[in-house]
């Protein structure tokens, strides 16, 4: 079973930043993708917004609400996945969850919170 385990969230002024980790365990295989999605107060977490999303080969998405200021990236293990946040504004709040996809199936981290505001 793979777990996610986020870490990095918390409350930041606009124009700050921050960086979000996951970090997977539990599999032999090698993930499909691995993206951040977040979720504004009231919503579904499957029904989130989609921020970043990279593939096992490197491959990149972003959303237009957060391209030039958010990147995704892993490590060299690709067992973990990190979201830099940057120029963060007050929009960018909600839960954010880690989902990752492998030939197992989907999974979801317990989510963590960012909150700007001054």
């Known amino acids: 079973q793979v777990q996610l385990v986020e870490s990095g969230g918390g409350l930041v002024q606009p124009g700050g930043s921050l960086r979000l980790s996951c970090a997977a365990s539990g599999s032999i295989f090698t993930f499909n993708t691995m993206g951040w999605y977040r979720q504004a107060p009231g919503k579904q977490r499957e029904l989130g917004e989609l921020v970043a999303i990279i593939t096992s080969g490197g491959r990149t998405n972003y959303a237009d609400s957060v391209k030039g200021r958010f990147t995704i990236s892993t490590d060299n293990a690709k067992n973990t996945v990190l979201l830099q946040m940057n120029s963060l504004k007050p929009e960018d709040t909600a839960v954010y969850y880690c989902?990752?996809?492998?030939?197992?199936?989907?999974?979801w981290g317990q989510g963590t919170q960012v909150t700007v505001s001054s």
């Open positions: 989902r990752a996809m492998y030939t197992t199936g989907v999974y």
